[in-house]
């Protein structure tokens, strides 16, 4: 996802990296201001938007009945889909998902799976046969990056804020009833992004940083700091140093970001 | 696989497939085995069977993919329809189109893309058979297509996974360990420039198990390595044989 940026830009930004400085005066480790707001989406059962600086992400979670999965007949199924949406940026084009926005649904996906955010054996409803799918589609509504870290919080706080619809059996057909209850869940992943530029490592980097950024590692953490899922990505490399550094980094940043979400 | 074993490792510490924790699978590599490619490589390691083919550098198409200031390569990681046990589409899956994202950057810190404007190099690997770390088998059998194709690199990049088995941190999980296992961390390596190019995880582990992990990941690799190299030697010593 490259965009047209100067070779003077460039490396402004990189003497200023090497430097301990950002564009935006930022410290290297330093997330940019984090707005969530929850429920804005009435029609859906659940949906969250995050605005991580000018990174505006809309989640929306839809909650259906299908079959499961043969080889997990007692457990529900857990969905990500994400689109970059052309109204986000004039490189983002309308058609078929291309390779970065199924990477970025798949990101999404490890962390939450992973880390069983979803209590998914409570979304069976008949083992084998019947169950709950839940949806969780990634809107991508401005583009400044850190896509990845915006989406996945944006996917948990709707998640958080998703109602399963009240049902019973009567006569082996599933009827639904009056009222809704919160969508049950086992945990909370914070996923943090690392970007590399030169030898410097710097989390939540926007547009203009992601151009000189040679690699990224990101990673999910769960509540007791454990690592859930990890994703390098960038035709860049880590020496296995800068690997130990990022998740040390990543479990400081998730640490701080859970206490502040209170999650 | 059709019924779940009861235990993944025995008391002694031995694995389902006879292994010991720390110990790869059979892992047998060759080059040169496709005529009309550029470059290529076949990988058998454990069961997963992998052709790796490389062309070019050559002119892109279409042209208008074509860098200015630097070659693009380009990389299909396909999975036959009957490499594994239920038949697989042949339609490129999400998670065809995820690895193949994956397996191109983890070559690429190893090419001089800036020396080679306006050209591409494809890279298609086909897995004939899967039986778990197909990701890994496959950047060990693409780094030797590229290096075939007579493509300078800055190393080999060599690739393979640690993981998690009920308690214990396993190198080189196959399809059972990563299916029925608590995490699974494919790395791929430059051994000798000390670089990771690919680092993936699912499962949960902690700090230190992840540690453990990657550093057994990469004893795996770089043993790996001294056989893709004795693999590109091979190839020569052939022609040699037939020369005297």
């Given at each position: 996802m490259?965009?047209?940026?100067?070779?003077?830009?460039?490396?402004?930004?990189?003497?200023?990296?090497?430097?301990?400085?950002?564009?935006d005066?930022?410290?290297?480790?330093?997330?940019?201001d984090?707005?969530?707001?929850?429920?804005?989406?009435e029609?859906?059962e659940?949906?969250a938007k995050?605005?991580?600086?000018?990174?505006e992400i809309?989640?929306g979670?839809k909650?259906?009945t299908?079959?499961?999965?043969?080889?997990t007949?007692?457990?529900?199924?857990?969905?990500?889909?994400?689109?970059l949406?052309?109204?986000?940026?004039?490189?983002?084009?309308?058609?078929?998902?291309d390779?970065?926005?199924i990477?970025?649904a798949?990101?999404?996906?490890?962390?939450?799976?992973?880390?069983?955010?979803?209590?998914t054996?409570?979304?069976?409803?008949?083992?084998g046969?019947?169950v709950?799918v839940?949806?969780?589609?990634v809107?991508?509504?401005n583009?400044?990056?850190?896509?990845?870290?915006?989406?996945a919080?944006?996917?948990?706080a709707?998640?958080l804020n998703t109602?399963?619809p009240?049902?019973e059996?009567?006569d082996?057909?599933?009827?639904?009833?009056?009222?809704y209850?919160?969508?049950?869940?086992?945990?909370h992943?914070?996923t943090?992004?690392?970007?590399?530029?030169?030898?410097?490592l710097?989390?939540d980097?926007?547009?203009?940083?992601?151009?000189?950024?040679?690699?990224r590692?990101t990673m999910?953490?769960?509540?007791?700091?454990?690592i859930?899922?990890?994703?390098?990505?960038?035709?860049?490399f880590?020496?296995?140093?800068?690997?130990?550094?990022?998740?040390?980094?990543?479990q400081?940043?998730?640490?701080?970001?859970r206490?502040?979400?209170?999650w | 696989m059709?019924?779940k074993?009861d235990?993944?490792?025995d008391?002694?510490g031995?694995?389902?497939?006879?292994r010991?924790?720390d110990?790869?699978?059979q892992v047998k590599?060759?080059?040169?085995?496709l005529?009309?490619?550029?470059?290529?490589?076949?990988v058998?390691?454990?069961?997963?069977?992998?052709l790796?083919?490389a062309?070019?550098?050559?002119e892109?198409h279409?042209?208008?993919?074509a860098?200015?200031?630097?070659m693009?390569l380009?990389?299909?990681?396909?999975?036959?329809?009957?490499?594994?046990p239920?038949?697989k589409s042949?339609?490129?899956s999400?998670?065809?189109?995820e690895?193949s994202?994956?397996i191109?950057?983890?070559?690429?810190?190893a090419?001089?893309?800036?020396?080679?404007?306006r050209?591409?190099?494809?890279?298609?690997?086909?897995?004939l058979?899967?039986d778990?770390?197909?990701?890994?088998?496959?950047?060990?059998a693409?780094a030797l297509a590229?290096?075939d194709?007579?493509?300078?690199?800055r190393?080999?990049?060599?690739?393979c996974a640690a993981?998690?088995?009920?308690d214990?941190?396993?190198?080189?999980?196959?399809d059972?360990?990563?299916?029925?296992?608590?995490?699974?961390?494919?790395v791929?390596?430059?051994?000798?420039?000390?670089?990771?190019?690919?680092?993936q995880?699912?499962?949960?582990l902690?700090?230190?198990e992840?540690?453990?992990?990657?550093?057994?990941?990469?004893?795996?690799?770089?043993?790996i390595y001294e056989?893709?190299k004795e693999a590109l030697?091979?190839?020569?010593?052939?022609?040699?044989?037939?020369e005297?």
């Amino acid at each position: 996802m490259s965009t047209l940026v100067t070779r003077v830009r460039l490396k402004q930004i990189t003497q200023l990296i090497e430097k301990g400085k950002r564009l935006d005066e930022r410290g290297l480790l330093d997330y940019r201001d984090i707005k969530i707001e929850q429920g804005l989406i009435e029609k859906a059962e659940g949906s969250a938007k995050v605005l991580l600086g000018k990174t505006e992400i809309l989640v929306g979670v839809k909650v259906e009945t299908g079959e499961p999965f043969p080889d997990t007949p007692n457990e529900g199924v857990q969905t990500v889909n994400a689109e970059l949406v052309p109204l986000a940026h004039p490189n983002f084009e309308p058609g078929p998902p291309d390779e970065n926005s199924i990477e970025l649904a798949r990101i999404v996906d490890r962390g939450i799976r992973e880390s069983h955010a979803i209590d998914t054996e409570k979304l069976c409803i008949e083992p084998g046969k019947k169950v709950f799918v839940v949806f969780i589609d990634v809107y991508v509504l401005n583009y400044d990056g850190n896509l990845i870290d915006a989406s996945a919080l944006a996917a948990m706080a709707a998640l958080l804020n998703t109602k399963m619809p009240n049902y019973e059996i009567k006569d082996g057909e599933l009827k639904m009833k009056q009222g809704y209850t919160p969508l049950p869940m086992k945990s909370h992943p914070i996923t943090v992004t690392i970007g590399k530029i030169g030898n410097t490592l710097i989390v939540d980097p926007i547009l203009e940083e992601e151009q000189v950024m040679e690699a990224r590692i990101t990673m999910a953490i769960n509540e007791q700091g454990n690592i859930c899922a990890i994703q390098k990505g960038g035709s860049g490399f880590f020496t296995p140093q800068q690997i130990l550094e990022a998740s040390k980094i990543a479990q400081q940043k998730a640490e701080e970001m859970r206490k502040k979400l209170d999650w | 696989m059709n019924e779940k074993p009861d235990k993944l490792i025995d008391k002694k510490g031995i694995r389902l497939d006879g292994r010991k924790a720390d110990e790869l699978r059979q892992v047998k590599l060759q080059v040169g085995v496709l005529p009309n490619a550029d470059g290529s490589a076949y990988v058998e390691h454990g069961k997963n069977k992998i052709l790796a083919a490389a062309f070019g550098p050559r002119e892109m198409h279409p042209k208008h993919l074509a860098q200015a200031d630097r070659m693009v390569l380009r990389c299909r990681y396909h999975m036959a329809p009957f490499s594994v046990p239920e038949r697989k589409s042949p339609a490129p899956s999400r998670r065809e189109v995820e690895l193949s994202k994956v397996i191109r950057e983890s070559l690429e810190p190893a090419l001089f893309l800036e020396l080679y404007p306006r050209t591409g190099v494809d890279l298609f690997i086909e897995v004939l058979q899967a039986d778990g770390g197909t990701r890994c088998a496959s950047i060990t059998a693409a780094a030797l297509a590229i290096a075939d194709a007579g493509v300078p690199m800055r190393d080999l990049v060599v690739a393979c996974a640690a993981g998690k088995v009920e308690d214990t941190v396993v190198l080189d999980l196959y399809d059972a360990e990563d299916k029925l296992g608590v995490a699974d961390v494919p790395v791929a390596y430059m051994p000798s420039l000390n670089a990771v190019t690919l680092l993936q995880m699912d499962g949960i582990l902690t700090p230190d198990e992840f540690q453990k992990a990657v550093e057994m990941a990469m004893v795996g690799c770089k043993k790996i390595y001294e056989m893709q190299k004795e693999a590109l030697k091979t190839k020569y010593m052939v022609v040699k044989e037939v020369e005297e």
